[in-house]
């Protein structure tokens, strides 16, 4: 019955495997099949960065992006259609939840003279601007590719094991098997996963210590943006993004408070989140706890002490 029971199992997995299998080939044609959509409604041409601006979640909205991120670097360029005329849009870039991340990315993209690109050709005026995909496969085709091909072999692999589980000899092998106790292999195995554990759990602990015990001292920064948008039906968030220097090194931060770690601050009423913004408008200097050891952490306040 037992045996049984095992050939049953095998078979399941032979069949799971190559459901799994089948699953991830199709989803790997996805992204070339999209790419192929459009190329066939975009034609690909340059664009010309004019410039970049750093905006907050309501933006992040509207242009249809991640709801869920409070920075978003706005590009505006501009390019030729295929009448010669110049078409000027814009689109948010890779919206973030940190103020430093998109500082970032707005110093990558302000060293940018033009960038491949396409465009819609039946209205090249519209929103319907997309980075140009370039050719298959991507990245997310050879992933999908390589756990597909996981998969099949796996399956395989069962389908072999169906076959040898045919053999006597293997099935009086594997009952006995079954009744040994377990062997030093396998205590050897449970204790390496232990302390494996053990030093995870050692590590981390030891980095939230250090982090406790970190020295930060008051410093100077300066505010360069804060933002308030909507983020519930009762709900508003504001977002205050700052710099600093250290050393000789702007840093740029967004956390608000060392004692929840936040980088952002939620209100139920809007007068209530523009009477915070207000405490933090663009170009005032404002006192900051900056950690001395590394001088990339931050905060406005330390609600701690």
Request: hydrophobic share 40%; net charge negative.
């Amino acid at each position: 019955m037992k045996w049984r029971s095992l050939k049953i199992t095998v078979w399941i997995e032979f069949v799971a495997m190559l459901i799994l299998a089948a699953v991830f080939f199709s989803v790997s044609w996805i992204p070339y099949s999209s790419n192929l959509e459009i190329q066939r409604k975009h034609l690909p041409t340059t664009c010309y960065v004019e410039r970049t601006e750093v905006v907050g979640n309501e933006d992040i909205r509207a242009k249809g992006e991640d709801a869920s991120m409070f920075w978003g670097l706005k590009v505006f360029f501009s390019f030729f259609d295929r009448n010669n005329a110049t078409i000027y849009s814009n689109k948010i870039i890779r919206p973030t939840q940190f103020y430093r991340e998109v500082k970032e990315v707005q110093e990558e993209w302000n060293a940018k003279e033009s960038f491949p690109c396409s465009y819609h050709i039946g209205d090249s005026s519209s929103q319907l601007f997309y980075h140009y995909q370039g050719e298959w496969p991507d990245f997310s085709s050879i992933l999908f590719l390589f756990l597909g091909g996981v998969f099949f072999v796996g399956g395989i692999q069962r389908f072999r094991k169906r076959i040898v589980l045919d053999s006597s000899e293997l099935k009086a092998l594997l009952e006995k098997e079954r009744e040994q106790k377990p062997t030093r292999k396998n205590q050897w195995g449970t204790l390496i996963i232990v302390v494996v554990l053990f030093l995870f759990v050692g590590i981390v602990g030891y980095g939230l210590i250090l982090d406790s015990q970190a020295e930060y001292v008051s410093h100077q920064c300066v505010i360069e943006q804060t933002v308030v948008s909507p983020w519930r039906a009762d709900e508003f968030v504001v977002s205050v993004g700052y710099s600093y220097k250290w050393e000789g090194d702007t840093y740029y931060s967004s956390r608000l408070d060392l004692g929840f770690n936040g980088h952002v601050r939620f209100f139920e009423d809007r007068s209530e989140a523009e009477e915070f913004r207000d405490r933090y408008p663009k170009g005032k200097e404002v006192s900051c706890v900056v950690n001395r050891d590394r001088p990339g952490d931050s905060a406005l306040e330390d609600s701690r002490t």
